[in-house]
Every structure is written in structure tokens, then in C-alpha cells.
């Protein structure tokens, strides 16, 4: 099925797209995403490693990513 849905693309001209530019509400709302993830790594890391300063650091950047998050979602509701 993935073999498929990659030659779909392809025929269709999804892959050869040109980059587009993205909102920066949704350039926040990826980074949150991509901080959220991360954070949830460092946090699974440190309880496996008994290591409490890493999962701190991983629960501090989930709430940052969540924030982010936040932030882009606001700022697409308002148009910014």
C-alpha cells in the first residue's frame, strides 16, 4: 500500500511541490509539537535512567511546547 500511495503522489505532483512558506502561527504550533515530543523522550529517558534532572528537563519542555503550541493556535484564530 505504501508503494502505492508514494506513485500516487508522484503522478499527481505532491512530490515536486515547490516549498511553500509557512504561517508562522503554524511554524509555532510545529516547533510546540516538535519540543512537546522531545520533552516526552527526556521524560521517558530519565525514569528509565533514574536520572531526575533529564526527566525534569524533559517535563519543563513539554510545557514549553505546549505553550508554543498554544501560541500558534491563538495567533491563527486571531490572523496574525
Do not use: C, W
Request: no cysteine; charged share 30%; aromatic share 4%.
Amino acid at each position: 500500500m505504501r508503494v502505492y500511495l508514494f506513485q500516487y503522489g508522484i503522478a499527481n505532483g505532491i512530490a515536486n511541490r515547490e516549498p511553500t512558506m509557512t504561517n508562522p502561527s503554524t511554524k509555532d504550533e510545529l516547533e510546540g509539537n516538535l519540543h512537546d515530543l522531545k520533552g516526552t523522550v527526556k521524560e521517558k529517558a530519565g525514569k528509565v535512567l533514574n536520572d531526575p534532572d533529564l526527566e525534569s528537563e524533559g517535563q519543563a519542555e513539554k510545557i514549553a511546547g505546549k505553550i508554543q503550541k498554544k501560541v500558534g493556535q491563538v495567533e491563527k484564530v486571531l490572523g496574525q
